[in-house]
Each structure stands twice: as C-alpha cells, then as structure tokens.
C-alpha cells in the first residue's frame, strides 16, 4: 500500500499554512462551505498530476502571500516502509516537481502517487465529450502497462509532425513520411487501451449493479479510427480529407469509451446522483485493476461525499469505500452517518484552519 504519511501545503489559496498527518485508510475532511476542504484535495491531487483538477492556471492557486505556492508530501510504501519525498511548486518562473530532493518529471511523480478523484463535477466523465474518457483511460493504462507512456510519447511526435506537414502543404511524400511511425506507436497505444478497457468492463459492471442497481453495464472502447482496417492503410486512403481538413482526423487521438446499459446509451438518460455513483464505479473498477496488478491501490479523493446523492445512495457508496484497501480523503459538510464506524481520522476545516478532531 502507499499512503500518505505526511501533508504540507504553504500559501496555497486561502491557507497560509496547511499540515496534516493523515490516517492510514480513512480521512474525513468536515467544514462548511468555502472553509478550504476542496483545497486540501486539490493539493494532494496536484502531487499526483501535477495539474489541478479545477485551475487551469495553477497561478490562481497562489494565497495572500505573494506569487508563489508550495506543497510536500511523504509517501510510505510498502509493508518496509519505503519512503519517497514528493514536491511541487508554482511562482511566475514555472512550475517545480521534486522527488527526493531532486527536479522530477510529472511522470515520475504520478508513478510514486497514483491518486484519483470522485468529486460533484465527475459526471462530465459521463456527460461531456470524449476527452475527459480518453484521460481517464490513459491514467489507468500509463500505470499498467509501462511501455504505453513511451508509445504515447513517439505517437504523440509523429502526429505534430504529420499534422504540421498538412499545413505547410508539403508533398504526399513529406506527409506520409510519418505513417509507419503513427501506425506502429498507434498500434501500441490502442493495444495496451484494448486490454485495459477489458479489465475494466469487468469490474464496472458489478460495481454499477451494487451502488445503483442496475444491470448490464457495458464499456465499449472504439480505437478512433474504422475497427476493421489497419490504421496504416487509413491514412493513406484519408490523406485527401486530412489536407481539406489541415488535420489527421483519424487514429488513437480520436478514441472513445462508451458507456452503456444494455443496449441503451447512458449519456442523457441518468440522474446527477446516478452519474456520481457511475464515476465512482469507473475510479473504483480501475483502481482494482492497478491493484490486481500487484501496484499500490490508488489514493481516492472524494469531494463533497454527499453532494446530488440520498442516504440510500450514500449508504452505497460508503459500503464500498468502506472495503477499499488503500487510503482515501473525503469532504463533506458533517461527518456522513454512513461512516460512522471503524478507524479513521477527521480532520475540521474552517477558513483555511485545519484541526484534528479526536
Ligand atoms: N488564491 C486564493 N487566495 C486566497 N483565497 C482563495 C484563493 N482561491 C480561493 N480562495 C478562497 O478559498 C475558498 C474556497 O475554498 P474551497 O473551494 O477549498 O472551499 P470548500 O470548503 O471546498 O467549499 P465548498 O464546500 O463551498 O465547496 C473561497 O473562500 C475562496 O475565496
């Protein structure tokens, strides 16, 4: 297991100061509204992805205190008790990730912390365009399968460079040039996103048929171009609509998940407290596939627990939080009834304070 052993944020939005020791399993973060809960999140998740979850501009993230803000965690791992020293900063010169006392990529940082989120905005990953599905799909993939981020990497190349020869209007020649690139790491990338989408429609289905009852829940993984032709070949044969369009417009770029329920779409037909449980099914499905996989279960974030959902389906949902092996942070207004028992710690929160309750 990895967990967070230690907590520090300095001058990040309405904390001049934040320290936490957290509980091994549960943290129950309570305060009301605008007292700083979704902060505490946000800089955890930050160590993690080095992005927000809510900022574009992590410039925004900078409290009273001057253009600039800190955060460190500790990470302990393993029944050894591994410890890793994670970092990340923000001032106008950029941002910093450290590992160890050393500068570190993104990568690396979300190898040591794999952390993901259920929050009230998850349901874009339900409601909203492909992307959000195609992000959350890599974050699992990139954990898994580890020569996936390399072949991410080489494709992601290939395709700046094809797209670019589109503009410039260069030869059939100059364009082309990148095909075997894009088709062999394209290959890999829709591979490795195949495999995990299988791991993952069969641990999301039981998980929506216990927190919303309801059965056949289907994930369907469409590689972004035509399933029955290499991908090679449809370059080749799309090159005239890709120069109209200054565009590939088709490969791994375009993938989607699609969600279902039997034959229905799900996208338009569910409730806002039925898309928060459908997040939490997706997080909690790849979670167990990293976990199955011998890594550390991920650390969850959940922000405002009960937030669109009643007390039978926050009883649901804590039932299976309740079982999850690895560490969790959750937000609410109050301590959730549904919580009620077992070891954890509670942390309240107001106006940027953070006490311990016993
Ligand atoms: N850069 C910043 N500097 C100082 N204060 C900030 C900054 N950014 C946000 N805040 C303040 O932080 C508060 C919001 O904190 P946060 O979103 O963590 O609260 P919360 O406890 O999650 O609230 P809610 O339950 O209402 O979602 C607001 O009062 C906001 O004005």
């Known amino acids: 297991m990895t967990r967070i052993a230690r907590f520090k944020g300095e001058n990040l939005r309405l904390y001049s100061k934040l320290e936490l020791t957290p509980h091994e399993r549960l943290n129950l973060i309570v305060g009301s509204n605008a007292a700083g809960k979704t902060t505490l999140l946000e800089g955890l998740y930050i160590l993690g992805r080095a992005r927000s979850f809510r900022a574009t501009d992590l410039g925004e993230l900078a409290g009273d205190e001057g253009r600039w803000w800190h955060l460190f965690a500790e990470l302990v791992t393993g029944d050894a008790g591994w410890s890793d020293k994670l970092g990340a900063g923000w001032s106008p010169e950029g941002q910093q990730l450290r590992l160890n006392g050393q500068r570190a990529k993104s990568s690396e940082l979300a190898r040591k912390l794999p952390i993901q989120l259920i929050d009230p905005v998850g349901h874009r990953l339900v409601e909203d365009g492909p992307g959000?599905?195609?992000?959350?799909?890599?974050?699992?993939?990139?954990?898994?399968?580890?020569?996936?981020?390399?072949?991410?990497?080489?494709?992601?190349?290939?395709?700046?460079?094809?797209?670019?020869?589109?503009?410039?209007?260069?030869?059939?020649?100059?364009?082309?040039?990148?095909?075997?690139?894009?088709?062999?790491?394209?290959?890999?990338?829709?591979?490795?996103?195949?495999?995990?989408?299988?791991?993952?429609?069969?641990?999301?289905?039981?998980?929506?048929?216990?927190?919303?009852?309801l059965p056949q829940a289907r994930l369907e993984f469409q590689p972004g171009w035509s399933e029955q032709r290499e991908l090679l070949t449809v370059l080749k044969e799309q090159l005239l609509q890709h120069r109209r369009l200054g565009v590939t417009s088709q490969g791994p770029q375009r993938a989607e998940l699609k969600l279902s329920l039997g034959s229905q779409k799900l996208r338009g037909r569910v409730s806002r407290g039925q898309q928060k449980l459908l997040v939490a099914a997706l997080v909690l499905a790849q979670c167990q596939i990293l976990t199955d996989a011998g890594l550390p279960p991920p650390v969850i974030l959940v922000d405002d627990f009960g937030a669109e959902l009643s007390a039978e389906y926050q009883s649901r949902l804590a039932a299976v939080l309740n079982r999850y092996p690895g560490q969790l942070f959750i937000t609410a207004f109050e301590r959730p009834n549904a919580f009620e028992n077992g070891s954890m710690s509670m942390f309240h929160v107001e106006h940027g304070y953070l006490t311990a309750v016993n």
Not at 143 to 150: A, K, L, R
Not at 184 to 204: C, D, I, M, P, Y
């Open 132 to 213: 959000y599905r195609r992000s959350y799909l890599d974050w699992g993939v990139f954990h898994v399968e580890h020569h996936f981020f390399g072949a991410w990497q080489r494709y992601q190349r290939a395709l700046k460079q094809r797209n670019q020869a589109l503009r410039l209007g260069l030869s059939d020649a100059g364009v082309s040039a990148w095909d075997s690139e894009l088709a062999e790491s394209g290959g890999l990338v829709t591979e490795a996103r195949k495999r995990h989408v299988q791991a993952l429609a069969q641990n999301f289905e039981p998980l929506v048929e216990e927190l919303l009852q």
